[in-house]
């Protein structure tokens, strides 16, 4: 069969189970000005967890009431996925590509989403990843492992890239995940002709950084965008509205090396907190845009929407 009759195929299948499948995340995207730029957020719908990822060695009973005044109370919570675009004069910049089709059926809306709010993914020029886990890389391909955007260049951190195409990312992973590898390479090795591997301080537009926050993963970065007090799209820095807040000392499950995760858990929220900068945060709450504030030792996150 030829690529394009699978695709019609696939396609015919997706639209027929569309009318049973969960229904799709409809929240329409948030958008502001900042700078220069204008900066929109758009759901890729959630993930599903198991709530004990949240931080398994956290103590009781701190641990549990946390998890009520989220309203995590069952055995699975649900996780937000919130995508970044940047729009500035000439550019259009996406900030990770979400789980794609293959990761989770509550996710992966990204590009129907877009397509709702008016958006014409084939005008994104630019995609820059902050990490290498399903949830931001999986949407890069689509159901045949063809580009989803083709016309962008992709910008990914040389430290994550080299840690899932190298050895080590195999190495000590629980076998539950040795599909976030297959993934990774398989996504990765699809744009790895148009990739350009950055580091800490690089510019993908002018305004527009990357800045360490290793820890989640080992190349994990963040982006900074100029213009007021700043803003900083976190990533997966920061994943809880409470606990990465209050405890940036607890270690959820999904932080490759806890210890330096928490180490920039408290280096990024004292930054926040002094500079008064904007946060956006790919799993806080829909649509993940807030500030810090600090409260002795503790910080708290405050949504602006
Ligand atoms: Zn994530």
């Known amino acids: 069969m030829s690529k394009f009759s699978r695709r019609t195929l696939l396609s015919a299948t997706a639209a027929a189970l569309a009318g049973r499948a969960l229904?799709?995340?409809?929240?329409?995207?948030f958008s502001f000005k900042h700078g220069a730029?204008?900066?929109?957020?758009?759901?890729?719908?959630?993930l599903v967890l198991p709530t004990n990822f949240l931080a398994p060695d956290a103590p009781s009973p701190e641990r549990e009431e946390l998890f009520k005044a989220a309203g995590q109370i069952g055995e699975q919570y649900n996780s937000p996925t919130n995508v970044t675009l940047v729009r500035s004069d000439s550019d259009l910049i996406l900030i990770d590509m979400g789980s794609g089709d293959r990761?989770?059926?509550?996710?992966?809306?990204?590009?129907?989403n877009l397509k709702s709010?008016?958006?014409?993914?084939?005008?994104?020029?630019r995609v820059v990843f902050t990490h290498g886990h399903?949830?931001?890389l999986w949407g890069t391909v689509d159901e045949l492992d063809d580009l989803v955007v083709p016309g962008a260049s992709f910008y990914v951190a040389r430290t994550e890239w080299d840690f899932w195409n190298g050895d080590n990312a195999t190495q000590g992973l629980p076998a539950e995940r040795a599909g976030f590898v297959t993934g990774a390479r398989r996504n990765f090795t699809a744009i790895?002709?148009?990739?350009?591997l950055v580091k800490a301080g690089d510019e993908i537009v002018a305004g527009l950084r990357i800045i360490d926050t290793p820890g989640h993963t080992q190349g994990h970065v963040s982006l900074e965008l100029a213009g007021g007090e700043g803003l900083i799209v976190g990533g997966d820095a920061l994943t809880h509205p409470l606990i990465s807040f209050r405890h940036p000392e607890w270690k959820p499950i999904a932080d490759h090396v806890p210890e330096q995760a928490i180490a920039t858990r408290r280096k990024l929220l004292d930054r926040l907190a002094a500079d008064r900068s904007k946060l956006i945060g790919f799993h806080l709450p829909?649509?993940?845009?807030?500030t810090v504030e600090r409260k002795d030792n503790a910080y708290r996150f405050v949504p602006i929407a």
């Open 37 to 46: 730029f204008e900066v929109t957020v758009v759901s890729d719908g959630h």
């Open 134 to 136: 399903p949830d931001h």
């Open 286 to 290: 829909y649509p993940g845009v807030g």
């Open 117 to 125: 709010a008016g958006i014409d993914k084939a005008k994104i020029t």
């Open 192 to 196: 790895k002709d148009k990739v350009k």
């Open 23 to 29: 229904p799709a995340f409809a929240a329409s995207p």
């Open 103 to 112: 990761f989770m059926p509550t996710a992966g809306k990204l590009w129907d």
